[in-house]
T-cell receptor
Framework: KAGVTQTPRYLIKTRGQQVTLSCSPI?????VSWYQQTPGQGLQFLFE???????NKGNFPGRFSGRQFSNSRSEMNVSTLELGDSALYLC????FGAGIETQYFGPGTRLLVL | QQQVKQSPQSLIVQKGGISIINCAYENTAFDYFPWYQQFPGKGPALLIA?????SEKKEGRFTISFNKSAKQFSLHIMDSQPGDSATYFCAASMTGANNLFFGTGTRLTVIP
């Protein structure tokens, strides 16, 4: 079974631009979560989608948004990029998002904001 | 506010030795405690996980010890190998909320 895939793997943007990252979950998984990983703040939860609905959201500004499609694929968007948005963005999928089941992570998209 | 505290930040162990990483949490609603292993350039991968109804779980060379009253849990890696050199994260979540709260990570180096 293929794992979680994320595209693109690397991105370079400039301040003020916007970016869209894509995540394809493991086949059959309906929950997709997004995390931001930085050296200073570590791994932080952004949001979770299940059946095209955002169920849970972390403490990030509204510039960070996402969506999920009927095939469970998900995208996250960051608008008006800031230098501090430079990070590794990780997507994780699980069957039902029950909170007590394994989340499988993709390799991440490394975003550099100049 | 760090919901899960992890120590040490880095750890150097000789091949064959025991690596021990500790975590503590405050929120008693947490009921799932996974450990993730991350290699450079890769996403975190689940190593082992425990629920609070057991005090210990062992899988191969990896053991989680869980102390519910102290709100602490730890990862023990027996017979540590150079291939275990990676960053380890403890995490916690609760039933019905699929967001993991991660510790700050421990960079483990196993010296041959």
């Amino acid at each position: 079974k293929a794992g979680v895939t994320q595209t693109p793997r690397y991105l370079i943007k400039t301040r003020g631009q916007q970016v869209t990252l894509s995540c394809s979950p493991i086949s059959g998984h309906r929950s997709v979560s997004w995390y931001q990983q930085t050296p200073g703040q570590g791994l932080q939860f952004l949001f979770e989608y299940f059946s095209e609905t955002q169920r849970n959201k972390g403490n990030f500004p509204g510039r960070f948004s996402g969506r999920q499609f009927s095939n469970s694929r998900s995208e996250m968007n960051v608008s008006t990029l800031e230098l501090g948005d430079s990070a590794l963005y990780l997507c994780a999928s699980s069957l039902f998002g029950a909170g007590i089941e394994t989340q499988y992570f993709g390799p991440g998209t490394r975003l550099l904001v100049l | 506010q760090q919901q899960v505290k992890q120590s040490p930040q880095s750890l150097i162990v000789q091949k064959g030795g025991i690596s021990i990483i500790n975590c503590a949490y405050e929120n008693t609603a947490f009921d799932y405690f996974p450990w993730y292993q991350q290699f450079p350039g890769k996403g975190p991968a689940l190593l082992i996980a425990i629920r609070p109804d057991v005090s210990e779980k062992k899988e191969g060379r990896f053991t989680i010890s869980f102390n519910k009253s102290a709100k602490q849990f730890s990862l023990h890696i027996m017979d540590s190998q150079p291939g275990d050199s990676a960053t380890y994260f403890c995490a916690a979540s609760m039933t019905g909320a699929n967001n993991l709260f991660f510790g700050t990570g421990t960079r483990l180096t196993v010296i041959p």
